[in-house]
C-alpha cells in the first residue's frame, strides 16, 4: 500500500488532536472558575507561608530534647488550634539513644586523609539507590556553637540536648463520610547545625500547618479524613515517626468506642512528607560555591522507594501530585524521581503508600551538597530570598492540589 502523503497526514493529524475529547467520552470540560480545589489552592499565600515559618524560627535551631524545641511544640500546637484544627493529639514516647562506641584512634597522617578524600570521590553511590553525578560540595552537621556568628542565636541554640521523653503534634481533618480512611501529611520539626532550621525542616513544617489552616476553614469539607502530623527526632533517626508506626499501625480503622463512629486511628491511605523545601541553586560549581539565585529551573522533587513494598502505589501517589503540579502550582514544575531516602516517610514504605517532596533528590543532589545551608548555622530565616520561599509555596499547592482531589474537597456555599 502507498504511503499517503505527508500533508494529508498532517491535516489528519491535526483533524484528531484538534477534537475535544469531552465530544468524544461525554464528559463536560472542567468548570476552573467554580473548581473548589482552585479555590482552596488560592487560599495560600507567599507572605502567610514565610511568617509560619517565621513563627518556627523564634525557637532556633529546635533540637530535640531541648527546652527550645518543647516549646516550639507547644507553638505549633496553638497555632493548630487557632486555624480550627482543635482535636490535637501528642505522640509520645523515650529518645534514649544507644552510646556511642568508641571508636578506634583514626589514622591523622595528611597522605591517609588525602587517600581517603580521593576515595570518597570516586565512589558515585549515594544514599536511597542513587548515582552521584558531577560536582560537589560540602556536606555535614555544624556541631561548633563558634561557628554561629550571631551571639544571639548562639545563646538560644545552648542548652544541649538529654535523652528522656519526647512528644509531637498532630490535629486531624475529619472526613464526611468516610471518617474511617485518612492520608497523613507530615514534616519534621525538630532540627540542628545552630542556625534556625529555617528550611531544615521549618519550610516543609510550614507548609503541614498551611495546609491544615486553609482544610480546617469551617466551610471546606473533605469526604476522607486528612492528619496533619509535625514529627520530632527525625534528625536522629526518624525515631518520632518510628514511634507513631509501631504505636498506631494495628489501631487503623478501628471505630471507638463502638457505635460511635469515631476512628481514632483512620486506616492509612497514604504519608506525604515534606522536608527542606526552598533552596534549588543547581549543581555545586567547579570551586564548590553555588550560585546565590534560584535557579529558574527550580523544582519541586517528589521521590518513591522503589526498593519498597509498597513501591508501585507509591509510584502512583507521586504521579498524581505531579499532576496536580501541573494543575495547581503557579511558578515551579514537579518532578519524580524513584530513590526516597533520609525521610519520615521511610518508615510508612513498606505497609502504605509513601512519598516525600524536596527541593532536590535527596540522595543525588542534596547528599551531593547542593544546599550549603543544610544543617549549617546559615540555614537561617534571612538566608532565603522570596524566590527561595516560592519554591516552597508551590510545593504547598502541590499536595494541597492532590489532596484535595484525593480526599473529596468541597466547599460549602
Ligand atoms: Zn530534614
Not at 532540627?191 to 480546617?216: P, Q, T, Y
Request: overall charge neutral; proline content about 6%; hydrophobic content about 35%.
Amino acid at each position: 500500500m502507498r504511503a499517503s502523503s505527508p500533508i494529508i497526514a498532517a491535516c489528519s493529524l491535526v483533524a484528531v488532536l484538534g477534537t475535544p475529547t469531552f465530544a468524544q467520552s461525554g464528559a463536560t470540560p472542567a468548570d476552573t472558575a467554580n473548581d473548589p480545589i482552585r479555590v482552596l489552592v488560592s487560599r495560600l499565600e507567599l507572605e502567610k507561608y514565610k511568617g509560619t515559618i517565621k513563627g518556627l524560627t523564634q525557637f532556633g535551631d529546635r533540637r530535640q530534647g531541648t527546652k527550645r524545641n518543647r516549646d516550639a511544640v507547644d507553638w505549633i500546637e496553638a497555632q493548630l488550634k487557632s486555624y480550627g484544627c482543635t482535636n490535637t493529639e501528642r505522640i509520645k514516647y523515650e529518645y534514649t539513644p544507644a552510646q556511642q562506641a568508641q571508636r578506634a584512634p583514626q589514622p591523622q597522617d595528611s597522605a591517609a586523609m588525602a587517600a581517603r578524600r580521593a576515595a570518597a570521590a570516586r565512589n558515585t553511590q549515594g544514599s536511597g539507590g542513587s548515582r552521584l553525578r558531577g560536582n560537589r560540595g560540602r556536606t555535614g552537621v555544624n556541631t561548633d556553637s563558634l561557628a554561629q556568628r550571631d551571639p544571639r542565636l548562639r545563646a538560644l541554640n545552648a542548652e544541649p540536648t538529654t535523652p528522656g521523653p519526647r512528644e509531637e503534634v498532630y490535629c486531624t481533618k475529619v472526613g464526611t463520610t468516610r471518617p474511617d480512611e485518612m492520608y497523613i501529611v507530615g514534616g519534621h520539626m525538630d532540627g540542628h547545625g545552630w542556625g534556625e532550621a529555617a528550611n531544615d525542616d521549618g519550610s516543609g513544617s510550614a507548609i503541614v500547618m498551611e495546609l491544615a489552616r486553609v482544610f480546617s476553614s469551617p466551610d471546606v469539607q473533605t469526604e476522607r479524613s486528612i492528619r496533619f502530623i509535625l514529627w520530632n527526632n527525625e534528625e536522629t533517626g526518624l525515631n518520632g515517626a518510628r514511634a507513631y508506626v509501631e504505636q498506631r499501625q494495628a489501631l487503623q480503622g478501628k471505630e471507638s468506642p463502638a457505635g460511635s463512629k469515631k476512628y481514632p486511628e483512620p486506616k492509612w491511605l497514604g504519608m506525604i512528607q515534606h522536608d527542606m523545601m526552598m533552596f534549588d541553586h543547581g549543581m555545586p560549581r567547579a570551586d564548590g560555591t553555588l550560585s546565590p539565585e534560584q535557579r529558574p529551573e527550580a523544582d519541586v522533587n517528589i521521590e518513591f522507594q522503589s526498593n519498597s513494598k509498597m513501591s508501585e502505589a507509591s509510584q502512583k501517589l507521586a504521579w498524581a501530585l505531579h499532576a496536580a503540579n501541573d494543575k495547581y502550582a503557579t511558578d515551579y514544575p514537579a518532578q519524580v524521581g524513584p530513590h526516597m531516602t533520609n525521610t519520615d516517610s521511610a518508615p510508612f514504605q513498606d505497609i502504605v503508600p509513601a512519598i516525600s517532596l524536596r527541593e532536590n533528590e535527596r540522595g543525588r543532589e542534596i547528599g551531593a551538597g547542593w544546599d550549603p545551608h543544610w544543617h549549617q548555622p546559615t540555614d537561617v530565616y534571612a538566608t532565603f530570598s522570596d524566590k527561595d520561599f516560592r519554591l516552597g509555596l508551590n510545593a504547598a499547592q502541590t499536595t494541597l492540589g492532590a489532596l484535595g482531589q484525593l480526599t473529596g474537597a468541597t466547599i460549602k456555599k
